[in-house]
């Protein structure tokens, strides 16, 4: 099961280990992705932090963390080709992140909210 | 007097009622009594000829040094350079944010970028910055961006200006600077000099013409894990080795004795490249290469954007908008026109006469203060009128380009002569 | 094709001088070890080639000289020819700023004065003609309100307040001269809501550092509040900061001074007609009230020092001189007045056919948005200004300010004909139409260009910039 941030993250998480992306409605905000880059594994972050960027040809964002704690691997694939991040957001994930404080997941949306928020 | 409205007294009138207003004072009626002023108190308006007459008078009153340089060099500039550069379809468009209508812009840029990467032998260069000073400036954000890292080294001996810009740049930005000394020789001495710095800044030839020991510079900053940065003049790379073989990450410039003129001090362009890694980095302005929607002919637009000021905002790599493409299109015309062979020529007649004048005044008994190489410039132990003045060491700053013709220098050595036994009485 | 594909080995487009005095080794002087091995690889050309080179690029340009630039907030106004010939003027460009004083008196008196008709145009006390752009010009400003607060003991002042409709460089210039920015939201009227201003500087509290402010703002809105906005960021410790780039729409009007700012950038290639140049170079002279004055560049023992090498953009600066000069007093607040007196009018001819969010009055410039048109007819605005290229104009100003969605920043400028006005209107109004009837032609404008529409998504994935 996914969680979703109100900053366009989505996490799965797996043995107390989450693996983020950004969500679909993040990319078609974004328009055609050229460049993402995600902070090296060993970062410790807490929940709400910038793990990273994603840049479209006219727009930028921030990629937060959705949950507290250390980044553990890196995704290299979106990097080499970003179009993946538009083509397919729910397969390309980010980064790995182990999770320091679980509960943090209680605070963000299911998908069903989140598509609600999405729409407003 | 003067007027560049286009549209006679009556035709505005009738645009006015168009809107339903009798005076143009409704335009207005946004603009609060309180902040509204009377009438500024400017000098009467001037017609063409009167405006001529006055501006002709000032300009007589300026005096053009012959060997005075200091940053800022008296060559010569092929008369295509102003003739290309005064083509009205540069000088009046701005900015190419549409780009089908304008490649004539972004191609130069593009040539720009690519001239300065073969002269500096670094991998990314921008659209131009506005100057060598702010250039560097640049230079220790993105170095202390990189490194994460709060101190700057800056040699001695680089031009004040640069220097003063440096710690303007610095002290509002959370850095510290500190100045490398220049030993006897006038060259840089790192050996007291801290480690944990973000960059290490060298220019070379330095402020007093010198040659610095550019390799062994970069080799003790790479060391130190820090960003070696290279402020070289770009005409000088016609003859010098160039920064990004020298080990420099980082080289910036200005570009001014690439076909602008001196100007007083403006407006010219600086330059700023870097290795590859330093890519998104890079402030401002750059031109990419790319092809039509679906396939078809090349052209050139504005890339790597979302470093900039007016999509990331507060996140942006620098604010810099507006920089310096006229003055950037003179260098790049120009070393068009002169090419390899050209540039070398140029450097080397600029050296060989900078050799002739030092070892004329040699003979009189002024001596030049540093014995190292240098290139187009050289400081003395003797201040001497028409040279720049040089406080610290005492003495005066001689720059000799490709221009100054033998007569020239044989009549300043003259006139350097008679002040030194002046002097000495 | 750039000038490295029509290089062609040993071709040569100038030749230096003959040396005339014995020419020394080379390494003898600057040093074998310090030679350079393999010369750059620089185009070589003749000077014919470079002439056509060059000149067929320019053609690929459109400038002011070329037609019609309403590009908005950026006045692109013509640039009279007397000053780009007086500005050339050998005495000018071979003075030297390292040269003493009295080689340079021209010089010094013109920039001397120049300083002292932008302080009587803006009603400051000062100016630095040093700041090169107007970017450069906001980072200056925004450093002595930084070295102001610092000598008073305030250092811990850093939060600046920033409309959300600001041109980007002021977020950009604040964090550049270390200050954290919290953006201020425009309200329904596209105006600075002085309670919503008030909440933020109370929320800033002891760190506010104060308010950057352009007036009239982007939209092309005079902030009417604005001596009220001056008043809570007073009364708050802070200071106010003009972004001079809208000072087209004011001269003799009001004044910065007056309306309360303490410090100020000017672009003096947009209000006072020096040539943009294809992006610089500009000039933005930071002009400050008494509380800032001894703090600018070039100042005594409080001035936040050099910003840049030697005194500031001098060439441009001859060319606003000229202008000043040329138009007196009367002639400045006329221009406001034509520049003022043309958007209002297009203005008025465009608001049926494009949504005007902030109503029929407008200052120097005004923004409209196709959003609705988009959503019927799915023509955006980048579309229309495609389609207005192959109309012969250059478009405004599109996706900026991001507070109105598909907007177009029109900016007309006072030295337009009514004519002139008339033809884009014309261009404008039928563009609409063809959004309805023909939306697949604006899709694919323009075609009258030397290229359509280029990539930029493929320019930034893979960037290619420099000729391989």
């Known amino acids: 099961m996914r969680a979703y941030s109100k900053d366009h993250e989505w996490i799965g998480v797996e043995g107390g280990v989450g693996t983020v992306g ?43 963390s959705p949950v507290s704690g250390e980044i553990l691997e890196i995704n290299d694939a979106p990097a080499e080709d970003p179009s993946l991040l538009n083509s397919a957001p729910d397969q390309t994930w980010l980064f790995k992140i182990r999770l320091s404080n679980p509960a943090e997941l209680d605070a963000l949306m299911d998908e069903n909210d989140y598509a609600d928020y999405c729409r407003g | ?123 990314a260069a921008n659209a131009s910055m506005y100057d060598a000073a702010t250039a560097a400036s640049e230079a220790m954000l993105m170095s202390a961006a990189q490194t994460k890292r709060k101190h700057v080294i800056v040699t001695a001996a680089t031009h004040p ?73 770009p005409l000088s790379l016609g003859i010098l080795e160039s920064p990004g073989e020298m080990g420099f990450a980082i080289a910036v410039g200005e570009c001014q004795p690439l076909g602008s003129p001196v100007s007083f001090g403006g407006p010219h362009a600086g330059y700023l490249a870097a290795k590859e890694s330093f890519l998104r980095r890079l402030p401002g302005r750059i031109a990419g290469e790319t092809g039509e929607v679906g396939g078809g002919k090349r052209g050139f637009v504005l890339t790597l954007q979302a470093r900039e000021q007016h999509i990331r905002r507060e996140k942006a790599t620098s604010n810099i908008c507006s920089n310096a493409a006229l003055s950037a299109l003179r260098a790049t015309v120009y070393l068009a026109l002169l090419g390899p062979e050209g540039l070398r020529e140029t450097a080397a007649l600029c050296a060989q006469k900078a050799a002739y004048l030092r070892a004329k005044l040699q003979e009189t008994g002024i001596k030049p203060l540093f014995d190292a190489s240098y290139f187009r410039e050289f400081a003395v132990d003797t201040v001497l ?3 720049a003045a040089l406080e610290n060491p005492r003495g005066s700053l001689i720059a000799v380009t490709e221009k100054r013709t033998k007569a020239e220098m044989d009549a300043f050595t003259a006139l350097a002569l008679s002040q030194k036994k002046g002097v000495s009485i | 094709m750039t000038v490295y594909e029509k290089s062609a080995a040993g071709r040569r487009g100038f030749i230096p001088e003959p040396c005339d005095v014995p020419a020394a080794a080379l390494g003898a002087i600057v040093g074998e070890e310090n030679l350079r091995k393999t010369p750059a690889a ?32 950026c006045t692109m106004k013509y640039n009279p020819k007397i000053n780009e010939q007086l500005a050339s003027l050998p005495g000018f ?74 041109h980007g460089t002021n977020p950009a210039s604040a964090a550049q001269a270390g200050f954290s920015v919290r953006a201020v939201p425009s309200g329904r009227d596209g105006l600075v809501d002085p309670a919503t201003l008030r909440e933020a500087a109370e929320a800033a509290g002891g760190a506010l550092v104060g308010l950057m402010l352009t007036n009239p703002n982007t939209l092309g809105l005079f902030e009417k509040n604005i001596m009220e906005v001056a008043g809570i960021i007073h009364g708050a410790g802070g200071l106010l900061y003009y972004d001079g780039a809208n000072l087209n729409a004011v001269m003799g009007v009001t004044s910065p001074g007056a309306m309360g700012f303490d410090v100020m950038h000017l672009n003096l290639h947009k209000t006072f007609s020096a040539p943009h140049g294809g992006g610089g170079p500009g000039a933005g002279p930071v002009g400050a009230g008494k509380l800032l004055a001894p703090f600018l560049p070039g100042g005594g023992q409080d001035s936040i020092g050099r910003v840049r090498a030697y005194r500031g953009s001098f060439g441009v600066l001859v060319r606003a001189y000229c202008y000043i000069r040329a138009l007196g007093a009367s002639g400045l607040r006329e221009a406001s007045e034509s520049a ?102 604006l899709h694919s404008a323009p075609v009258t260009t030397p290229v359509g529409r280029l990539d930029a998504t493929a320019a930034a994935r893979q960037p290619i910039i420099k000729s391989r």
Request: aromatic share 8%.
């Open chain 1, 22 to 64: 950004i969500t679909d409605y993040a990319q078609a905000q974004l328009g055609d992705i050229v460049f993402c880059e995600t902070e090296p594994p060993g970062t410790v972050l807490s929940a709400g932090e910038t793990a990273g960027a994603v840049e479209s040809v006219k727009a930028a964002s921030d990629i937060f």
């Open chain 2, 1 to 123: 007097m003067g007027s560049y409205i286009p549209a006679a007294k009556r035709e505005r009138e009738k645009l006015l009622g168009g809107l339903g207003m009798t005076s143009a004072e409704e335009l207005f009626a946004a603009v609060p009594p309180e902040c509204r002023i009377g009438t500024m108190n400017l000098p009467p308006p001037l017609s063409e000829p009167e405006l001529r007459r006055e501006l002709e008078a000032l300009a007589a009153d300026n005096k053009a040094p012959l060997f005075i340089g200091a940053g800022l060099y008296d060559h010569y500039i092929p008369a295509a350079v102003d003739a290309l550069c005064s083509l009205p379809e540069f000088v009046t468009a701005y900015t190419p944010y549409q780009p089908e209508i304008s490649q004539g812009t972004l191609t130069a840029i593009f040539e720009f970028q690519t001239a300065i990467c073969r002269l500096t032998g670094l991998d």
């Open chain 2, 161 to 233: 200006h640069i220097k003063e810009t440096l710690r303007t740049y610095a002290r509002f930005n959370g850095l510290t600077v500190s100045e490398a000394p220049f030993d006897g020789r006038g060259q840089a001495a790192l050996d007291t000099a801290p480690h944990g710095a973000a960059c290490v800044i060298a220019q070379s030839p330095n402020f007093f013409g010198v040659i610095e020991p550019m390799r062994g510079i970069s080799a003790w900053a790479s060391g130190a894990g820090a960003v070696p940065v290279a402020v070289c003049d």
């Open chain 2, 385 to 387: 009128d028409g040279a």
């Open chain 3, 42 to 73: 620089l185009p070589e050309m003749s000077e014919i080639d470079t002439v056509r080179h060059y000149t067929a690029l320019a053609k690929k340009n459109f400038g002011v000289d070329t037609g019609f630039y309403p590009l908005g907030s």
């Open chain 3, 93 to 166: 460009l071979s003075a030297h700023p390292f040269a003493p004083d009295e080689m340079n008196r021209g010089c010094l008196r013109l920039m001397a004065e120049l300083e002292r008709m932008l302080c009587a145009i803006c009603g400051m006390e000062a100016f630095s003609l040093q700041p090169a752009a107007g970017a450069h010009g906001e980072l200056t400003g925004l450093m002595c309100m930084a070295a102001y607060f610092a000598k008073q003991g305030q250092s811990h002042r850093n939060v600046i307040l920033i409309p959300d409709s600001a």
């Open chain 3, 340 to 441: 003022v007196l043309n958007a209002n009018w297009l203005l008025n001819r465009l608001s049926g056919a494009y949504d005007a969010p902030y109503g029929e009055r407008c200052m120097h410039e005004f923004v409209l948005s196709a959003a609705a048109m988009k959503e019927q007819t799915g023509v955006s605005a980048m579309d229309i200004a495609k389609g207005l290229i192959d109309k012969g104009f250059h478009p405004p100003t599109v996706y900026f300010p991001t507070i109105v969605p598909e907007s177009l920043m029109t900016e007309p400028t006072e030295t337009e004909s009514p004519e002139t006005l008339e033809a884009f209107a014309a261009a404008m109004l039928s563009l609409a139409e063809d959004a309805k009837r023909n939306p697949e032609a």
